[in-house]
């Protein structure tokens, strides 16, 4: 490593550009540093319209299954997300409220505050896999991921669509509803661009949910590599789908904790004026 870090600096004092880049490119990489790099970026303090579309390809149809506000708020370096719900009718003001905790403590407190029968529900581990408002996304998919989440199975170099990537495989430490997970990272910006999600059937993984979302679907909004469009499946039925887009987002430092609580919960919150 030593003489990696010499050589390094004589090329580029020298001016040979391609050799030193070749001996950074052969200096190991820390796999922790770049899955919680990629992970964390979703995190700024902000808001943003949301819309959930489920999208049969077969027939042609769309469905909109859920068009809703999203805050995130920072609060002693841990996170808290509140979501609530405009449309459709039959879900409007329906709020949900993600707290992040330490991972020596399980996961996130997961809220949901159900308007129509007056109802404040606790999310658990064993129902973390299920869909999410009736779509291809599960409810843990709204849940912050920090890097000490996972345990890095292997992480490998590879292409999607022509950009260099690294290819992390995943376990997680957390209830969840999958085993194994596959996240491809950009090399260049750190971007999440495609998550695959496992589960143990038998004696074998079997892939459960595929999470795309492209280069196409990135956009750098304050320093930060954010998608603006996913797309969810089952391998089973890939004619089914779910469409998640980002509309109004804009970074806020200057959103406050207040959103993080129970009584923000149930009575809901006013998108903030254009």
Same mark, same amino acid.
């Given at each position: 490593?030593?003489?990696?870090?010499?050589?390094?600096?004589?090329?580029?004092?020298?001016?040979?550009?391609?050799? &030193?880049?070749?001996?950074?490119?052969?200096?190991?990489?820390?796999?922790?540093?770049?899955?919680? @790099?990629?992970?964390?970026?979703?995190?700024?303090?902000?808001?943003?319209?949301?819309?959930?579309?489920?999208?049969?390809?077969?027939?042609?149809?769309?469905?909109?299954?859920?068009?809703?506000?999203?805050?995130?708020?920072?609060?002693?370096?841990?996170?808290?997300?509140?979501?609530?719900?405009?449309?459709?009718?039959?879900?409007?003001?329906?709020?949900?409220?993600?707290?992040?905790?330490?991972?020596?403590?399980?996961?996130?407190?997961?809220?949901?505050?159900?308007?129509?029968? @007056?109802?404040?529900?606790?999310?658990?581990?064993?129902?973390?896999?299920?869909?999410?408002?009736?779509?291809?996304?599960?409810?843990?998919?709204?849940?912050?991921?920090?890097?000490?989440?996972?345990?890095?199975? @292997?992480?490998?170099?590879?292409?999607?669509?022509?950009?260099?990537?690294?290819?992390?495989?995943?376990?997680?430490?957390?209830?969840?509803?999958?085993?194994?997970?596959?996240?491809?990272? &950009?090399?260049?910006?750190?971007?999440?661009?495609?998550?695959?999600?496992?589960?143990?059937?038998?004696?074998?993984?079997?892939?459960?949910?595929?999470?795309?979302?492209?280069?196409?679907?990135?956009?750098?909004?304050?320093?930060?590599?954010?998608?603006?469009?996913?797309?969810?499946?089952?391998?089973?039925?890939?004619?089914?789908?779910?469409?998640?887009?980002?509309?109004?987002?804009?970074?806020?430092?200057?959103?406050?904790?207040?959103?993080?609580?129970?009584?923000?919960?149930?009575?809901?919150?006013?998108?903030?004026?254009?």
């Amino acid at each position: 490593m030593r003489l990696a870090i010499i050589l390094f600096l004589v090329g580029s004092l020298l001016g040979g550009e391609s050799t &030193a880049r070749a001996i950074e490119d052969a200096i190991p990489v820390n796999p922790e540093q770049i899955l919680e @790099r990629a992970l964390r970026q979703n995190f700024a303090p902000n808001y943003a319209r949301v819309t959930l579309e489920n999208v049969d390809t077969k027939r042609g149809k769309r469905r909109l299954k859920g068009e809703l506000g999203v805050w995130t708020v920072e609060r002693d370096n841990e996170y808290c997300l509140f979501g609530q719900f405009f449309a459709p009718t039959t879900v409007r003001n329906t709020t949900m409220l993600v707290m992040e905790r330490a991972i020596d403590e399980g996961s996130n407190d997961y809220w949901m505050y159900l308007p129509s029968i @007056r109802n404040r529900r606790r999310i658990s581990g064993a129902s973390r896999g299920d869909a999410f408002f009736g779509t291809e996304l599960s409810q843990g998919d709204m849940e912050f991921r920090r890097g000490e989440h996972f345990s890095v199975l @292997r992480m490998e170099e590879s292409m999607l669509d022509d950009e260099p990537v690294y290819v992390f495989v995943l376990r997680p430490r957390f209830a969840s509803g999958y085993d194994q997970t596959t996240m491809m990272i &950009a090399k260049s910006d750190g971007a999440l661009l495609r998550v695959t999600q496992e589960k143990m059937q038998g004696t074998e993984l079997v892939p459960v949910r595929m999470i795309d979302i492209g280069r196409k679907n990135i956009m750098a909004v304050g320093g930060r590599a954010l998608p603006t469009k996913l797309v969810a499946w089952d391998p089973k039925t890939p004619e089914r789908t779910t469409e998640v887009t980002w509309k109004e987002r804009v970074i806020d430092p200057t959103i406050r904790v207040p959103v993080c609580t129970q009584q923000a919960l149930q009575q809901g919150r006013k998108p903030p004026k254009k």
